[in-house]
Each structure stands twice: as C-alpha cells, then as structure tokens.
C-alpha cells in the first residue's frame, strides 16, 4: 500500500491498497501514526494523525475546493475515473457533489406547451352565454342549405352569438379541412383535404347579398396542397360579391400562401377593402404556437407586398395574448408591424380550444389590453381592437365602418371647407 497527496491534482488523499477495503485501511494507517508529510515535534504529538493530514490543507477545505477524500478506484476502473471526472467525491461513506463556483442565475422565458398546467383564477370575463336568438338561428339555417363553413363554428369562437346575431359572420372558404397544424386552432387539419367546392364562390356571394349586412368578412383555411394556396378560388369569391353588391365592404383573413408573389397580387386585385393576415404571436414564440410553415417574416412580408401591388387597400394583422409574450415582445411586434405599413392590429385573450392544445400561461389584464391600445396609436396605427375577447374578426364592421365613416366625415368637411374657400 501507498499513499500519495497532490495539491496539483486537487486531491488530498489518493490510496491503492491491493486487498480488504481502501477506506477502512486508510483510516486505520492514518491513526497509527503512519501519517504522510506531517512534521516531526512535541506540537504535533498533541494532534492525532488524521486531524493532522486535514489540518494541512485547511485552507483550501473551507474554500470547498476539496473534500475529505476524494477516491480512485484501486483498479483504475472506468466507473472511478468517471467519478473522478464528473465531481464526485466521498464524505461520510457517502457520494457528493463537487461544489462549484457560482453561476448567475438565468430565468427561462415563460412559453406555452401542450398539456401544461393553465392558470387557476379565471377571470370574470371568461363566461359567455351559449349562442340563441332567431337572427342566429337563420343564420346556421342558411349557412347549412348553402354547405358553407364558418370560422365562428370552426375555431369555437366564444363571440359566435353576438356576432351572428347582429348579422355577422366570418365565412370560411376552401372547405373546413386545414393543410397546417397550428398547436393554438381547433380546425381538423389533413395532409390530403378534399378538393375545393367549385360552387362555393357563387354560393358565398348567394348568402351574403341576402343578408342585410354592409361589411362581411372572408377568410380561409391554408390549402398548401394547391398550387396557388387557393387564391383563385378566394379572388373569384370576392368578385362575385362586388359584382352583386358593389356597396358591401369585404375584409379577407387570408393565407400567407407561402409567400407566392402571384398569389398575393391575384388576391390583392380582387377589389377587396381590407387585406387581413394574422403574424398570431410574438417573434420569439412563433416556432412553438404555428406550424413549421409558417413564419414572421414571411407573415410581414405578405402584407407589405399585399399594400405595394394596391395602395388603397388596408392591410391588418392579429396577435393572440397570453402565451408567455412579454410587454417588450409586444411593443416590438407593433413596430414591426407599422414598418412594414401595417394600418390595423387587434389584441385578444388566447384561450385554449381543448386539452390536446397549447395551454394559457396567463389572462391579460385589461389595463394591459389598453395599454397596447394606447401605445399602438401613438405609433401611427388607424384603428386598434384590443380586449379580451377580441378576435381578428370581431365586430369588424363595427369597429372599422365607424373609423371608415369618421375618416370620411373628415374628408368631406375638409373638402367643403376648400370650396367654400375657393367661392
């Protein structure tokens, strides 16, 4: 048997002992007096001979630098040198861990995730009474003759009964059957959807020209299947309306459509009003709320092209809340979105659709809710919708009619005040 000490190998003692157990071989050898690199002198006989080896390298014990005894397996073994390398030290008989120099603590940003626990106050607002009423009724009535798809229906939006009951209603075009699986929609995602209904663009115009409605809103699921993203089949939709009623205002939610320059011209020339492409979240969040085909700068980037190819349209976007965004991430959303031209943004509560969905990291407060409102027009946006249960098309004719109807209240003043001017 020998014993060796290294303060260069940071061990204080290393033992090889051939037969019987290291330990309580060391300790025996230890408290013979057999002690390695102690002194000679009448100070030292006071001390025992354990007391002695530890005494000597107490300074760097209470640094917690080293322990006690740090062993290698007397083999040599990979399960010892594996201790050795990972930090492991015996005190006590026992394994423990190498301390460590401080590290600074780094936070995780919060982020949703599927099946993870959601808040547990929910707010006052969070219940809404089930959809009735006669408007509402004829409504579905119509909606079912017809084979048409609704949004309201499809993603469970909780506004259904107002919306529909004031004589609005998101028509969803291209079937019910998205190519994407966004972890936030309730709507039935397939690879392989069946092909578009080619009655739908005049049965669409059919439903909409008999309601006494003056703003209706187009939107679609993602149809990557088709090599325009079915832009043709949303572009004839539109021309069918306007051609019926040239008064009705259309708003179209739209598909990204890859970023197809050719898709996104065909549709923005179809003589829409207002060009509508949700960006959904915050950039940091993005890979984990849509799908992989989707993204935020494509997003941007369809409706900055969608403003180029027609000045006169309106372009607008949505962002969901509560989904561990923070208030930076907002405000940085928003000026992203009015650099790129961007005229209306709405905010609403995220709410999650089943359990197989992400879940809400948090219910936004109100005040939250108008403070982005306030912050938003500051920043040079028309219109802003910004409440809990706001969604990218609820009471859209509401809310934009009445900023179109003040623009052009303004306008015509304007203008008068000129003429009277000039006589």
Excluded at 34 to 62: F, M
Excluded at 92 to 113: C, D, H, M, S, V
Excluded at 188 to 214: G, L, Q, V
Excluded at 232 to 261: M, W, Y
């Amino acid at each position: 048997m020998y014993v060796r000490t290294s303060l260069r190998k940071r061990d204080t003692v290393i033992c090889k002992k051939r037969k019987g157990n290291w330990k309580k071989g060391l300790i025996g050898k230890l408290e013979r007096g057999n002690d390695v690199g102690t002194s000679d002198g009448a100070a030292d006989e006071q001390i025992s001979p354990v007391e002695k080896t530890l005494d000597r390298y107490k300074p760097e014990v209470e640094r917690g630098s080293v322990s006690d005894i740090r062993s290698i397996n007397s083999s040599g073994s990979e399960k010892g040198q594996r201790n050795l390398a990972s930090g492991e030290e015996y005190s006590n008989g026992k394994i423990q861990t190498k301390p460590t120099t401080a590290q600074p603590i780094t936070t995780e940003l919060a982020r949703p995730r599927v099946g993870a626990k959601m808040p547990e106050v929910r707010p006052d607002w969070f219940h809404v009474p089930a959809p009735t009423g006669s408007r509402y009724n004829k409504l579905k009535e119509d909606l079912r003759t017809l084979k048409l798809h609704t949004v309201c229906e499809e993603a469970q939006c909780p506004n259904i009964g107002e919306c529909w009951n004031i004589g609005t209603a998101t028509i969803m075009l291209l079937g019910d059957t998205c190519t994407r699986g966004c972890k936030f929609c309730s709507i039935k995602t397939s690879s392989k959807p069946p092909p578009p209904d080619m009655n739908e663009p005049f049965n669409t115009a059919k439903a909409i020209c008999e309601w006494d409605i003056n703003y209706v809103v187009l939107t679609s699921v993602d149809r990557d299947d088709l090599p325009d993203g079915g832009a043709n089949h949303f572009a004839k939709t539109v021309e069918l309306i306007k051609f019926s009623r040239p008064d009705i205002l259309i708003e179209c939610l739209v598909s990204d459509f890859q970023g197809n320059i050719n898709s996104i011209i065909r549709l923005a020339q179809s003589g829409m009003e207002v060009y509508a492409h949700n960006i959904e979240t915050v950039k940091r969040l993005q890979k984990y709320v849509r799908d992989k085909r989707a993204n935020y700068e494509q997003s941007l980037f369809v409706l900055k092209k969608a403003k180029e190819i027609n000045p006169k349209l309106y372009t607008k976007t949505s962002v969901m809340l509560g989904l561990g965004e923070t208030k930076e991430e907002v405000l940085e959303a928003m000026n992203d979105a009015r650099n790129n031209n961007i005229d209306v943004i709405t905010f609403g509560q995220y709410l999650r659709p089943t359990k197989n969905h992400l879940n809400v990291v948090e219910y936004v407060t109100q005040e939250m809710f108008n403070y982005y409102k306030e912050e938003g027009l500051k920043m040079g946006f028309k219109y802003i919708a910004s409440g809990p249960l706001v969604r990218s098309s609820y009471k859209a004719g509401e809310y934009f009619m009445r900023n179109l109807v003040d623009q052009r209240k303004n306008s015509f003043k304007e203008s008068t005040m000129k003429f009277q001017g000039i006589r």
